[in-house]
DNA sequence: GATCATTCATATCCCCAGGGTATCGATCGC
DNA sequence: GCGATCGATACCCTGGGGATATGAATGATC
């Protein structure tokens, strides 16, 4: 009846990935006995067995599934906590932004130029972060609001669409492939994309990112040394339309893949937050987008928040 | 550094919510030393000055604010992880249906007949709760799916709308507005609902529902009662067409109110949710309530969870 | 199939985090 | 100015969480 305690779950979670106690208790810098004993009195608590261990291996039961994806949920929500009040408390409160370079299709300055005007703008703070997980960010606390392409993983967070475009490949010039004008995602199997994955896998890692193995190549976090890699023929790489357009190089040859749906940028906060400077840049990047998109009658109408 | 525990965010929400150390200690069944000592130790790890507290008074900074509001949600998910992992490892797991009883337009028995047919089904436990807070069951793991009245508080949940319709005020009878075949939500000035709310505050009270003071009258918690209440004339109540329709009672009149918006029956679940029985529900009533809509050509699309 | 290595469970000890009691000190009402 | 109220401080003490040592069971190897 006692409620779970954040103990508990980290080790929980420690051993339900590992599903090793030595190794779990290792990476928790603690010894293997107590952590077997922590689980078991977390069994004992919940009434319902997490484990199925012999002495040879650990699986997970149903029940420990479930709670494996409830406890990571709920570790985001107490770490955001956390942050958030260290961030609220700070003497200088700031809109921290989160994205991932050259991804907001050139709308950023005009949407920050519009936030500015808006009486309730704290000043932006931008965190840039390469292959960084955007959505994470915002449900760890560490950010306030970011543009991301979607689909993404969106548990807990609100969203609003700002532009949608199609998604082109990058691949070196002198690829094959590149002499045609035309491909689909067939054409690509055997291709790999910058973070390791397969290029023909349609786009699957959209959700959360796998975990990477120790001793694994770091995979390239910016787009110089993507498009690095993509001018040696190493990976190819999706790139919205946008972001081709930007990043024109001799080295590498755009071309449009059939039956890969549109990307969409869209703005994401916190589903619970109420603070009033994100809802100032979310109607400032609505209004921008809607301009961006009928630019013949700028759109006024406030998107409220 | 360290992060936080359940029992520190408990505490701190007892103490911002009293206002009051010693009450807050009273509360937690605790001294009210430790509870001073275990908040400050708190503030020391974020950093942060949660309250700014006098001999004589205790106030909330901003950044305690912000953590109160977030604490909820961490805390919700906590025990939301026990109660699902509880659940999902009892031997009999079923769905839990949490709804207030006579909300769901009629719809329901059609619905878990479409149900039972899938293979996916588990079997449907229902929960009945008068006044209680479905959304709240659900982000606490103790239901799984409900059927609500939106506008409701959805944070970390995801809807599906079925059917919408007309508010309508039941009054006495004898009740001088009761003459008149149309009203407007001011003509309910000075009226009170069931829950001792004002009948003219334009249902406000939709999002979260305020503490009640000790001592206040329970508010009626079923239809009968507060038909009963209707009656007499005590007090006034807001009722969908569907459920004024299954209840003709001679002593009570249904009023249409012309400023009020339609409300609108949904299907909800936790937004994170990867159950098949949930899906499979969801995938039932969106079709029933399909079919009601446009009873002519029966639809069979069948809706993604 | 006997032996060994691996791995989870049990037994036991120990320390300190968290809770209790007593008391102080500051502020407000009268 | 005096007492009442309420949070802070000082100090003690207990229990839970951690470590070490060891047992027990299973799978691999020859």
Redesign the interface.
């Known amino acids: 009846m006692n409620?779970?305690?954040?103990?508990q779950?980290r080790y929980f979670v420690a051993v339900a990935e590992e599903l090793h106690f030595g190794r779990a208790a290792a990476r928790l810098g603690m010894a293997q006995p107590p952590l077997s004993r922590a689980i078991r009195e977390l069994e004992r608590?919940?009434?319902?067995?997490?484990f199925e261990r012999t002495t040879r291996q650990v699986r997970l039961?149903?029940?420990?599934?479930?709670?494996l994806?409830?406890?990571g949920?709920?570790l985001e929500?107490?770490?955001?906590?956390?942050q958030?009040?260290?961030h609220?408390?700070?003497a200088s409160p700031r809109l921290r932004i989160a994205l991932k370079a050259d991804i907001d299709g050139g709308l950023l300055p005009q949407i920050l130029d519009a936030y500015r005007t808006d009486p309730a703008a704290l000043p932006p703070e931008l965190i840039l972060g390469g292959f960084g997980d955007q959505p994470g960010a915002l449900r760890d606390?560490l950010a306030d609001v970011a543009l991301v392409l979607s689909p993404m993983d969106d548990?807990?967070l609100d969203t609003e669409p700002l532009i949608t475009e199609p998604v082109l490949v990058a691949m070196a010039a002198t690829d094959p492939l590149a002499a045609r004008s035309r491909l689909c995602l067939a054409d690509l199997a055997g291709r790999i994309l910058p973070n390791g994955a397969p290029a023909d896998a349609g786009r699957v890692d959209a959700g959360r990112a796998a975990p990477r193995r120790p001793g694994e190549a770091r995979p390239a976090s910016n787009l110089s040394e993507i498009f690095n890699l993509v001018e040696t023929g190493s990976v190819v790489f999706f790139a919205p339309a946008s972001v081709a357009r930007r990043n024109p190089r001799p080295g590498v040859a755009y071309r449009p893949v059939g039956d890969l749906p549109n990307c969409t940028l869209v703005i994401a906060w916190p589903?619970?937050a109420?603070s009033p400077a994100v809802a100032a840049l979310v109607r400032a990047a609505c209004a921008i987008a809607a301009g961006r998109r009928a630019p013949a009658e700028p759109q006024t109408r406030s998107t409220t928040a």
Do not use: F
């Open positions: 409620d779970l305690e954040v103990r779950l608590q919940l009434g319902v067995t997490l039961t149903g029940a420990g599934e479930v709670l994806r409830d406890a949920t709920a929500a107490i770490t955001a906590a956390a958030r009040a260290r609220a408390g700070s606390g548990r807990g589903q619970d109420r």
